[in-house]
């Protein structure tokens, strides 16, 4: 297996405890910024009457988010795999023994970390939008659709006339004394 | 400027307020027209009638600041036949009768006036349902979420793959054999995933900057024109005061009504579309270049402002309040509302919303984006996963 290594053995555990948990951290991060962001787009999208085009968006970027929260779940696991081949290393191969053994960095007594993954982001191209308070002091605030579709014009003249021809109906005109002459 | 949907929501109160006003001058004025006809009008129905004149009296038709006094228009003609007089044996009662009629007349003409309120009750609540869908959403808290997408996202993604603080860059060269190949071989899985998210967000952006300019143009066109109406509907009110009668000329004020499609339009033409990045990966500065074109014009949206804006002709053919009504609640859903949903739509399908310019292509695609979107992207068959952690 020696003739595998061209690498300092110390700049695999550095990777595996330091540059991938690093890594991982700053993707979690983007995770939860756009977490806020998507937030933000699908209350908007709502008050927009969810329009196809945005909820086509909002799928897209409930994918990115389910992307990053795999993406830090698999640089948690290529941190713990790169890991154990530094063990692998560290066992089988001499030189890769005496290098461990000459190292005095502050990271030669720690395990890689997993950085803890983004909360799930949902469905937030389904229609209407929940704001839940991550506190849990408060109920969920729900945010329904705008209506895409009014009611046509004609129709709500329609309900106008109506009214207005039963008004003067009911009103009537004053009793004619003269009727009676005619 | 912002759009501020309240001072939109106080105008179609106005509208509804003072076009039931308007309605009710001409309920009003209809009724005594109709009951002064009742009696038969100004010819005697026969030989041997006598008229009884009487003028109109305590009639208002109570507009605030525009009150309405139509009496000196009204003057009802009773026709009594000579018998009927010569043989009462108290004619007095029959002035009483007529009286008493003058009276319910008056009343009459009122509830005919207040039956104008009627008739516009809800007005105002229609207005706001038709365009519930362009007025509830903020653009500005869109422009701002577009923003961080571009900042906090699409460049931090090319940061967490281009930015190397532990060698990991020089493990992927210098370590060869079957670790290191399968190191780098993951490597260079998890920078082209990474782009091809980049890349993702840089199209949402690009959607939801398009329908910023949507929203936004179109919120302003609407305010403008809703104060125009309110304008259209004082001035008939004016015209009506204070003695009547109706006014028989359209207002010299056109109303104020957007051209939603041109606006829409122009700003699209500027977003222009997201060009072709064949390999993303590789070109991760083409994906932050394009998401910072979409920033910027995001930047841009709030501009488009005020009466400087492409409009559309509209005339009023007649005064009355059923013609501004139809105009009012025509151009509110034709113009705006469906011209709004037409602009939506057009980004799923792809579709021209100008039919005087049939060859343009709005900004975006999304069917066609989600089609050629391959997620999920992780994990990958290639990666470490649970399975062979143990």
């Known amino acids: 297996m020696s003739d595998e290594i061209y690498v300092p053995i110390v700049k695999i555990y550095t990777a595996a405890r330091q540059g991938i948990p690093d890594q991982a951290e700053e993707l979690a991060l983007i995770g939860g910024r756009l977490q806020s962001i998507v937030t933000t787009l699908d209350v908007q999208t709502a008050k927009a009457g969810d329009p196809p085009a945005l909820r086509d968006a909002l799928t897209i970027a409930g994918n990115i988010h389910d992307g990053i929260r795999r993406g830090v779940t698999t640089l948690n696991h290529a941190a713990f795999a790169l890991e154990a081949t530094g063990d692998d290393y560290v066992q089988s191969d001499t030189q890769a023994r005496d290098e461990f053994n000459q190292w005095h960095g502050a990271l030669k007594g720690i395990e890689p970390t997993r950085t803890t993954v983004p909360g799930d982001v949902g469905s937030p191209e389904s229609p209407g939008a929940v704001l839940i308070d991550p506190t849990g002091h408060s109920y969920p605030h729900v945010i329904y659709s705008s209506d895409y579709d009014p009611e046509a014009p004609s129709e709500d003249k329609s309900d106008r006339d109506e009214t207005a021809d039963e008004d003067k109906s009911d009103l009537g005109l004053p009793y004619d004394p003269t009727a009676q002459y005619r | ?390």
């Not at chain 2, 009110?237 to 939603?260: C, K, S």
Request: charged share 20%.
């Open chain 2, 1 to 390: 400027m912002s759009f501020d949907y309240f001072e939109l929501s106080a105008e179609f109160d106005k509208i509804e307020e003072k076009l039931g006003y308007l309605k009710g001058n001409e309920l009003a004025w209809e009724y005594l027209v109709a009951a002064r006809d009742q009696l038969g009008g100004m010819a005697a129905p026969g030989d041997g009638y006598m008229p009884s004149e009487w003028w109109l009296e305590d009639c208002k038709f109570p507009v605030p600041g525009h009150e309405v006094d139509p009496t000196r228009w009204f003057q009802f003609t009773f026709w009594i036949p000579f018998d009927t007089i010569h043989d009462s044996p108290d004619p007095s009662k029959l002035g009483a009768a007529n009286a008493k009629y003058m009276k319910d007349v008056a009343a009459g003409a009122l509830q005919a006036w207040h039956n104008g309120a009627s008739w516009a009750s809800g007005l105002a609540s229609y207005c706001r349902q038709v365009s519930d869908s362009f007025t509830r959403a903020d653009a500005t808290a869109i422009c701002s979420a577009l923003e961080d997408l571009h900042t906090y996202v699409t460049s931090d993604f090319s940061v967490n793959v281009l930015d190397d603080p532990y060698g990991i860059e020089t493990i992927r060269t210098q370590w060869t054999g079957k670790s290191g190949t399968s190191f780098n071989t993951f490597y260079a899985n998890y920078d082209g995933q990474i782009a091809q998210m980049a890349w993702a967000s840089v199209q949402v952006a690009q959607t939801f900057a398009a329908a910023a300019h949507v929203i936004h143009g179109t919120q302003q066109g609407v305010l403008e024109f809703a104060k125009s109406i309110v304008k259209i509907i004082d001035q008939q009110l004016e015209a009506w005061a204070p003695i009547g009668p109706p006014p028989r000329d359209a207002p010299e004020t056109p109303p104020w009504v957007a051209d939603v499609t041109k606006i829409v339009t122009s700003g699209w033409k500027v977003l222009g579309h997201v060009p072709v990045v064949k390999d993303v990966k590789s070109q991760f500065d083409a994906v932050i270049s394009a998401g910072t074109d979409v920033s910027n014009f995001v930047k841009t949206i709030a501009d488009v402002t005020g009466t400087d804006l492409p409009t559309l002709s509209r005339t009023l053919d007649a005064a009355d309040s059923d013609e501004i009504y139809k105009l009012l609640t025509d151009t509110l859903y034709d113009d705006y509302q469906q011209k709004y949903v037409a602009a939506m739509d057009a980004l799923q399908t792809g579709t021209s919303i100008d039919p005087g310019d049939s060859g343009y292509q709005p900004p975006i695609n999304t069917s066609d984006v989600l089609d050629d979107m391959p997620p999920p992207w992780f994990p990958r068959d290639d990666m470490p996963n649970e399975e062979s952690m143990r």
